[in-house]
Every structure is written in structure tokens, then in C-alpha cells.
T-cell receptor, first 112, second 114 residues
């Protein structure tokens, strides 16, 4: 079945640093790809998505490009803020029916 | 508009007891999903409803777990004879059901089995 692998954390950065969180996938066909974020004490929020190859999803300064050549969907942000501290999950549909398969999550800690 | 809501937010029970967890999806969303998230891990799929019927229940760990969605809106996850290993955060999500649509998650119910 479809699966994702994302870099383990925690990732610790200073404010205004550049962020990359790697995500690679294994899938049949070209499913939609998602990044979710979980802020401390809160539920999962959809951060961005891409529905086909070469699409770029973006939201709140975060971006990720669907690259079928490298089967990757890396999350990037040019200048992180303390408020970006959270756990980030890469996800894709697992099977027909669109239930999601998640990576293990990457904890980001941004220090002032 | 209102997002996905889940009740209770916390549930503490004793081993062997029965629990019910409730999910109220976004109005108009036909697809509803239950996931379970253990500490430090990503959510794991349990069951998926399209309308009133369970379209895929392959993620339910055993027959102690059951879920219903009788009117195609609110869903209840039921766990019989709870075990300590059932302790986790139970997440509910809903979506429009369209291909490529994102899923919108509720805040979760933290279940602790003593």
C-alpha cells in the first residue's frame, strides 16, 4: 500500500532560519499529497496540499512541491517564527476511500 | 463555520469498561473517518464512513471496536471491554468525499484506561 517516510525530529531552529522537512512517498499512481500541522494542545490542521505532479501547495509561508521524479513532497519555509513550533505530518491516501496514511511526524522547535 | 467537534475531550475509564466517543462532522461532509494516535506517532486509520455505511473498517484492531453513523452525520465509536493498550487520542475527521479533498480533524478525545 501507499506509505510516507519523513525525517525524524526534533528539528531545532532559531527564529528567521530556513526550514526543510523531508518527506518521501511510495504510491500507486499519483495521489494527492498533504501536510498537516499539530500545534501544542491542539488538533491536526490541514496546512497545505498538492493534487498532481509539479503542483506547489502553499499556506502561511510554507510551501511544498509534488515531485514525482524523486517521489518527494518536502516542506519548506524561508523564515520560521516561534509560533511555527509544532509537529508536522506528511500524509497521502492509503487506499481507495481516501483514508490517510501519515508519516511519524517531525517536531519543530523554533527558539527566539 | 463550525469545525469537527468531538466529545468528551477526555475520558478516563477502568479496564474492562465500555466507552463511547462521539464525533460531529462539518455540516454537509459525507465522508467521516476515525483515527487513533498514540504518543509520538502519526494517526492510524480505524474506520471510514461514506454516508451511513462503513465503507472500510479494515483499521479496527479487533471486534471490541465498533462504530456507527446512523443518520449520515454524527458518528459514535464504541469500545467494549477496554484494555490499557486502548489508551490513545481518538481523532475524527470529515471531508467532502471528493477526490483530492483534504480531511478536517476534530480536537480528539484522549482516552485513558487505568
Amino acid at each position: 500500500g501507499n506509505s510516507v517516510t519523513q525525517m525524524e525530529g526534533p528539528v531545532t531552529l532559531s527564529e528567521e532560519a530556513f526550514l526543510t522537512i523531508n518527506c518521501t512517498y511510495t504510491a500507486t499512481g499519483y495521489p494527492s499529497l498533504f501536510w498537516y500541522v499539530q500545534y501544542p494542545g491542539e488538533g491536526l490542521q490541514l496546512l497545505l496540499k498538492a493534487t498532481k505532479a509539479d503542483d506547489k501547495g502553499s499556506n502561511k509561508g510554507f510551501e511544498a512541491t509534488y515531485r514525482k521524479e524523486t517521489t518527494s513532497f518536502h516542506l519548506e519555509k524561508g523564515s520560521v517564527q516561534v509560533s511555527d513550533s509544532a509537529v508536522y505530518f506528511c500524509a497521502l491516501p492509503g487506499r481507495a476511500g481516501n483514508m490517510l496514511t501519515f508519516g511519524g511526524g517531525t517536531r519543530l522547535m523554533v527558539k527566539p | 463555520g463550525a469545525g469537527v467537534s468531538q466529545t468528551p475531550s477526555n475520558k478516563v475509564t477502568e479496564k474492562g469498561k465500555y466507552v463511547e466517543l462521539r464525533c460531529d462532522p462539518i455540516s454537509g461532509h459525507t465522508a467521516l473517518y476515525w483515527y487513533r494516535q498514540s504518543l509520538g506517532q502519526g494517526p492510524e486509520f480505524l474506520i471510514y464512513f461514506q454516508g451511513t455505511g462503513a465503507a472500510d473498517d479494515s483499521g479496527l484492531p479487533n471486534d471490541r471496536f465498533f462504530a456507527v453513523r446512523p443518520e449520515g452525520s454524527v458518528s459514535t465509536l464504541k469500545i467494549q471491554r477496554t484494555e490499557r493498550g486502548d489508551s490513545a487520542v481518538y481523532l475524527c475527521a470529515s471531508s467532502s468525499g471528493l477526490a483530492g479533498a483534504g480531511q478536517y480533524f476534530g480536537p480528539g478525545t484522549r482516552l485513558t484506561v487505568l
